[in-house]
């Protein structure tokens, strides 16, 4: 069939793992298929850097909650689901794609019909907040899309998801795709540059790191954090790092523009989320021969296998304990995944201690590094290929939408559509 449409309903604020993730998939989908993509922004802005890409790829953007420059009131109701039926009339989609949203997506689940929606759950599950909004968005919608096994399993034990289900993880965008990439090596001399990429935010973990160095300090090994990332808790850690004595052993590099550059430069990520629903700085690490020391929660033991391609490091610290390592405790989801039990329950921590220990592991051990690194980036190339991704979501959304049930995938965990 040609000439097949699809309406993304997406937020586009920021520029952040989805936003680009986003952008990158319209990119991909255009080349792979012959589909016509129009977007609707779901918050009250594009960021420039997304807007520009889609301007770039000719795609259309309207907003839902805006009639021109008029944002539409809550109330009455009638009027924001009067916009999402014409938004709807008008682009005439074979499939609408609802990225990431449980809140606010009632009203395109009624304008375009439960039977061409299709929700691409990304880490929204996750959140605070409970409303009777999500619960019946949930219970209606019938295809759902998830980025990792632990999204299954939280939209399944926290949200009581009963519906058809397809995990598609995530894949390596285009843009940060190395060239050619050869097994690294941990460096002769000068100190180890152990990498952290994240939004400074408490669910990030980052203050775990930082107490993490100072006990490879103690333990007399050359090493130093590197963090590419902004936000709110930078000032915290920054003081942190300053009582802790690491001067200029931890170095904030802030927004990096150049990623590809910063993975090149360091030697081993590390990752200690209290919360990450798939692990795509993971991946991206693993593509530049990176090994990974991370969480063992959620979704990073999906893309990380232990002993393999890095550590996983399964959190043993009650949440208590946060403020005391310098930690803060804001905007922190009230469940996590266990994957080793498969039970849902209240964050934890790493314990910065046995964090370390992992890392020592590594750097101790030079001929396995070098397996670890070979191993991410075959890994890579066999698991998170982007095409792949883009086709799979592809025929699981168009799929759907001509028979009403996902296809069933075989060698993803999940991947048979159920009820």
């Not at 052993?249 to 030697?267: K, N, S």
């Not at 700085?281 to 959620?298: H, K, L, Q, S």
């Not at 934890?348 to 220990?357: I, N, Q």
């Not at 799979?392 to 995938?409: D, E, I, M």
Request: hydrophobic fraction near 45%; proline fraction near 6%; charged fraction near 20%.
């Amino acid at each position: 069939m040609t000439g097949r449409s699809l309406l993304h309903y997406v937020s586009l604020d920021g520029a952040g793992g989805v936003e680009l993730q986003f952008v990158e998939f319209l990119h991909a989908a255009a080349c792979l298929a012959d589909y016509r993509h129009a977007v609707v922004a779901c918050g009250k802005t594009v960021h420039p850097l997304v807007a520009r890409q889609l301007a770039e790829a000719g795609v259309a953007v309207t907003f839902e909650k805006y009639a021109g420059a008029v944002k539409l009131p809550k109330w009455p109701a009638a009027l924001r689901a009067a916009r999402q039926r014409h938004v709807v009339s008008t682009q005439q989609p074979q499939a609408v794609i609802i990225w990431n949203r449980l809140r606010d997506s009632l009203d395109t689940l009624a304008a375009a019909g439960a039977e061409r929606c299709v929700y691409w759950e990304r880490g929204a599950s996750w959140f605070a907040g409970e409303s009777p909004a999500k619960r019946r968005f949930i219970a209606e919608v019938q295809a759902v899309l998830c980025n990792s096994l632990a999204a299954k399993r939280m939209l399944e034990l926290r949200w009581s998801y009963a519906g058809q289900v397809q995990v598609i993880p995530n894949a390596l965008r285009p843009s940060l795709k190395p060239a050619s990439t050869r097994p690294r090596e941990l460096p002769d001399q000068g100190p180890v540059r152990l990498g952290l990429v994240a939004r400074l935010q408490p669910i990030k973990g980052v203050a775990l790191a930082i107490q993490a160095l100072t006990v490879l300090r103690a333990r007399g090994y050359d090493v130093s954090l590197h963090i590419a990332g902004d936000g709110p808790e930078r000032a915290r850690l920054e003081a942190l790092a300053g009582r802790l004595g690491l001067g200029e052993r931890v170095l904030f590099a802030g927004l990096v523009e150049d990623m590809a550059a910063f993975y090149r430069d360091i030697d081993l990520l590390v990752h200690p989320a209290l919360r990450e629903p798939f692990g795509q700085i993971a991946v991206e690490a693993n593509a530049y021969g990176i090994p990974a020391v991370v969480a063992a929660v959620d979704g990073l033991v999906e893309v990380i296998t232990d002993g393999v391609t890095g550590l996983c490091v399964r959190p043993s610290l009650p949440l208590a304990d946060y403020a005391g390592l310098g930690g803060g405790t804001e905007d922190l989801p009230p469940f996590v995944y266990d994957p080793a039990t498969d039970t849902i329950g209240p964050p934890r921590l790493v314990d910065p201690h046995g964090l370390a220990e992992a890392i020592m592991r590594i750097l101790d051990d030079r001929p396995g590094y070098r397996g670890m690194s070979a191993a991410a980036i075959r890994a890579v190339d066999a698991r998170f290929d982007f095409d792949m991704h883009v086709r799979r979501a592809l025929a699981a959304v168009s799929g759907f939408a001509a028979t009403g049930r996902l296809p069933v995938t075989e060698g993803i965990p999940g991947g048979a559509g159920h009820e």
